[in-house]
């Protein structure tokens, strides 16, 4: 193993023990928590070293800042907890590098606690996706708040659809904020609500001879003012923590 990564593990060993006031006790836990989340020997937290080059080298290309590491490895501890998970669930290393890069690159706060969301999501044994990781990528803290906003009242509106006259319309939640909106869209987690018309032609006559009287439905997608979350969307919101009722506690299996 070379003597940067010694030094890095060190340096997070050291980060995670001064945070938590526990010394090298503290430090073998954080070695033990890389553990549980790739579901191995990453760690081994006797002699804190990393114990294979090829994960260790992965690994360490992924991780852009082991300070932030730390504050992801203590809010999924707190979150876990929090849910009763007892028996954390590995998360798939296609998952879970990504999402470990992108969460020690996150600078604000909003952002990083949903990235610890998502992480205690799939070690509480939720299925995530990596379209998840990219998607919260791509959002800014303004994105965190409007869809936050827009998906809580997402789980209070009537979703079937109401008439006026022959319109028809879809339940949906009015855009948080239309930049913001029109990213969610560009990602998958929002679509417009349709607009349906119901077009009735009275019968008549013309050179073809006499016809009778016709109706359609013509369904209209509308603008991004009013939306509906997509299942994908929902299921992401899901995985974020967003939504969940308190003191509902989730166990591990």
């Given at each position: ?51 294979n080059r ?81 998607a919260l ?113 989730k166990r591990?299996?």
């Amino acid at each position: 193993m070379d003597e940067e990564t010694i030094r890095q593990v060190a340096r997070a060993s050291r980060a995670f023990a001064k945070t938590t006031g526990k010394g090298i006790g503290a430090a073998r836990e954080f070695g033990g928590w890389l553990n549980k989340v790739f579901g191995r020997s990453i760690v081994n937290t006797v002699d804190l070293v990393w114990t294979n080059r090829v994960e260790t080298l992965k690994i360490r290309a992924a991780i852009y800042d082991y300070k932030k590491l730390v504050l992801l490895a203590r809010a999924v501890k707190k979150e876990l907890k929090k849910q009763h998970v007892k028996r954390p669930h590995a998360v798939p290393a296609k998952i879970a590098l990504p999402l470990l890069e992108n969460a020690t690159m996150e600078n604000e706060p909003r952002l990083r606690a949903l990235w610890a969301k998502l992480l205690t999501s799939g070690m509480a044994g939720e299925r995530i996706e990596r379209s998840y990781v990219t998607a919260l990528s791509e959002m800014t803290g303004r994105d965190a708040k409007a869809i936050d906003a827009m998906y809580r009242e997402w789980l209070t509106v009537d979703k079937r659809e109401t008439r006026s006259g022959p319109v028809k319309y879809e339940g949906g939640v009015d855009s948080y904020d239309d930049a913001s909106t029109s990213k969610l869209f560009a990602l998958g987690i929002v679509a417009p609500i349709y607009v349906t018309l119901s077009l009735y032609e009275p019968g008549g006559h013309n050179r073809y001879g006499d016809y009778g009287a016709s109706s359609e439905d013509a369904a209209i997608p509308g603008d991004l003012q009013v939306v509906k979350f997509t299942k994908h969307g929902e299921a992401f919101c899901q995985a974020l923590g967003m939504g969940k009722a308190k003191g509902n506690p989730k166990r591990g299996s």
